[in-house]
Each structure stands twice: as C-alpha cells, then as structure tokens.
C-alpha cells in the first residue's frame, strides 16, 4: 500500500530546476515532520531537507543550502522540494518521508526516525 507518492524528477540540464511533489491520502502532511533525502548509485543515503510540523522550521544539508526549498501546502496536501542550479552531483533517487511527532524541529540527518517512506522519483542532472 503506496502511503507517500512522489512525483516531478526527471532529467535537467546542469544549472536548471525542477520542483518534486510529495503527496498522501493516508496522512495530513502538516500534521508531521517532512524530510527529503536522496541516494545516488553506490552511495549512503542522505538528508537534504526537512521541514518540522508545528511551526515550518526548515533545516537543510550543507550540499543544498540555498539552491533547495523545501516548503508544504495544506490546501493540498502536498510537499514540496524546490531544486536550483542543479549539478551532476544532485543526481540521485530522491526520496519524501514523514515522522508522525508534532514538534518545532525535524531530523534532516536522522533518517531512522522517519516512519513511512515514499517509492522516490528519479533526478539525473546531465548535459
């Protein structure tokens, strides 16, 4: 049972953006921590950016800082990673997952705590 469905990777030229979706009809999104980590080919995976419930704390890795947006909208029930000024080494499967505690802070590192996982959409950045 899919719980989490990402959705808007693809593939972008070095330097060009993309916005990857995240959405549930299981959770209300804003009820909960919202992470985006990522795994390229042969590597761990990692945090990228995480948005906390209670009041939109957002924390992001040292790799994205200030080309990644994570933001989220109630209206829709969705979450969102905004990618800028993209780079082959942004190349990976990237992945949204929630951690069900109400809080004003969220584990971007941490993705252990994470409780449901989406199937991730794939973001290859080449020329």
């Known amino acids: 049972q899919v719980q989490l469905v990402e959705s808007g990777g693809g593939l972008v030229q070095p330097g060009g953006s993309l916005r990857l979706s995240c959405t549930s009809s299981e959770f209300t999104l804003a009820y909960n921590a919202i992470g985006w980590f990522r795994q390229a080919p042969g590597k761990e995976r990692e945090g990228v950016s995480c948005i906390a419930a209670s009041d939109g704390s957002t924390y992001y890795a040292d790799s994205v800082k200030g080309r990644f947006t994570i933001s989220r909208d109630s209206a829709t029930n969705t979450a969102y990673l905004h990618m800028s000024n993209l780079q082959p080494e942004d190349t990976a499967v990237y992945y949204c997952?929630?951690?069900?505690?109400?809080?004003?802070?969220?584990?971007?590192?941490?993705?252990?705590?994470?409780?449901?996982w989406g199937q991730g959409t794939q973001v290859t950045v080449s020329s």
């Open positions: 997952a929630i951690d069900q505690w109400y809080g004003s802070s969220c584990h971007v590192e941490a993705s252990g705590v994470y409780d449901y």
